[in-house]
């Protein structure tokens, strides 16, 4: 049996992508970052819930390669399930109207927030990476433009050859 999809009520995503955000019609009151050290070129206007960022210890660890990605997953996992109450947590979530959970890594990297998204998710609450979409403006289609070819060289003379089977010509 094939699972329908259901669109994701929030999405993780990274700073970079604030600008790319906004204009695809999110508000920064709706972004909040899960960091623990906010950055100064940040946006003021963008909260910051450092609560939810992972705890000191295993940030450290992880970056030091004391711990691997699977740890990582099952500690910060276990360490939100002890910390924060899910129902509530997600019910916060709503009443700020909260859209988007920003942290600094890039989307091709592991990263907390997407631990933090699967944590949402087996809690009820669909959360996905936010991937941007484009809106170009509606033209009919049109061929592309060939390429002028270059110019041809003048053409040679001729010259007539008599040929090996004409025996007419010796």
């Known amino acids: 049996m094939v699972k329908e999809y259901q669109a994701p009520e929030v999405y993780t995503s990274y700073v970079a992508r604030v600008p790319a955000l906004l204009k695809n019609g999110f508000r920064r009151e709706e972004m909040t970052l899960i960091v623990r050290k906010r950055m100064p070129f940040i946006d003021k206007r963008i909260r910051n819930c450092a609560s939810l960022a992972p705890f000191p210890a295993l940030l450290e660890g992880y970056k030091k390669g004391a711990i691997d990605e699977f740890s990582y997953r099952i ?5 939100l399930d002890m910390h924060f109450n899910a129902d509530k ?16 890594e890039t989307p091709n990297k592991f990263c907390h927030r997407h631990v933090f998204a699967e944590w949402l998710t087996a809690h009820g609450m669909i959360c996905e990476e936010w991937a941007p979409t484009y809106h170009y403006p509606a033209q009919p289609w049109q061929p592309p433009a060939r390429p002028v070819p270059p110019a041809l060289p003048a053409p040679v003379p001729a010259v007539v050859q008599p040929s090996l089977w004409d025996i007419d010509s010796f």
């Open 75 to 79: 500690l910060y996992r276990d360490w």
């Open 89 to 104: 947590t997600i019910e916060i979530i709503r009443r700020l109207g909260l859209k988007v959970f920003l942290c600094y």
